[in-house]
T-cell receptor
Framework: DAGVIQSPRHEVTEMGQEVTLRCKPI?????LFWYRQTMMRGLELLIY????????DSGMPEDRFSAKMPNASFSTLKIQPSEPRDSAVYFC???????????FGPGTRLLVL | AQTVTQSQPEMSVQEAETVTLSCTYD???????LFWYKQPPSRQMILVIR??????QNATENRFSVNFQKAAKSFSLKISDSQLGDTAMYFC????????????FGKGTHLIIQP
């Protein structure tokens, strides 16, 4: 069984550019989560979806960040325009409706120069 | 809002020793789940163990066990017969029950197993 898939694994971009991170959850999972990990702030929830619908986006830092889930097998997290302070590791995770166990993808390491 | 506190930024033990990582949390809810995740240098977040708050019995997974004290809001992880491959960051995490919700993480404990 494939786990959560994220792409790209690494992204280096220049300030002001648009960045798109991608995630494919585990098949059959109803919930999808986006987290950000930095040294200063640790692991933070950005947004999560249930059955493709955004439920809680209170963790999205600014309007520069947006997330979509057009179908059950794909989600994107977009940053436009990117800034150096957005440099972090971005994780996608998925879970079933009950139980709460979240399975994480390998993460995308983003560096904004 | 829920909070999770890990008071040990770093710990170091010898291989084969037993080590306990501490975690406390704060919530006014009664239905929730607690987790320990391991993050090795590869960055992958790996589930170590999971505890349902309504279960009094402490969860166990091979060499990993927890001491769940609900009244004290404490959730420590014990690693027995530690191995070099246990070297990693360990994160304690909390989520509300009644359906999926986001995880609230502690700051992590960097565990180093010395040969």
């Amino acid at each position: 069984d494939a786990g959560v898939i994220q792409s790209p694994r690494h992204e280096v971009t220049e300030m002001g550019q648009e960045v798109t991170l991608r995630c494919k959850p585990i098949s059959g999972h109803d919930y999808l989560f986006w987290y950000r990990q930095t040294m200063m702030r640790g692991l933070e929830l950005l947004i999560y979806f249930n059955n493709n619908v955004p439920i809680d986006d209170s963790g999205m830092p600014e309007d520069r960040f947006s997330a979509k889930m057009p179908n059950a097998s794909f989600s994107t997290l977009k940053i436009q325009p990117s800034e150096p302070r957005d440099s972090a590791v971005y994780f996608c995770a998925s879970s079933l409706a009950q139980g709460g166990t979240q399975y994480f993808g390998p993460g995308t390491r983003l560096l904004v120069l | 809002a829920q909070t999770v506190t890990q008071s040990q930024p770093e710990m170091s033990v010898q291989e084969a020793e037993t080590v306990t990582l501490s975690c406390t949390y704060d919530t006014s809810e009664s239905n929730y789940y607690l987790f320990w995740y391991k993050q090795p240098p590869s960055r992958q977040m790996i589930l170590v163990i999971r505890q349902e708050a309504y279960k009094q019995q402490n969860a166990t997974e091979n060499r990993f066990s927890v001491n769940f004290q609900k009244a004290a809001k404490s959730f420590s992880l014990k690693i027995s017969d530690s191995q070099l491959g246990d070297t990693a960051m360990y994160f304690c995490a909390f989520t509300l029950g009644g359906g999926a919700d986001g995880l609230t993480f502690g700051k992590g404990t960097h565990l180093i197993i010395q040969p």
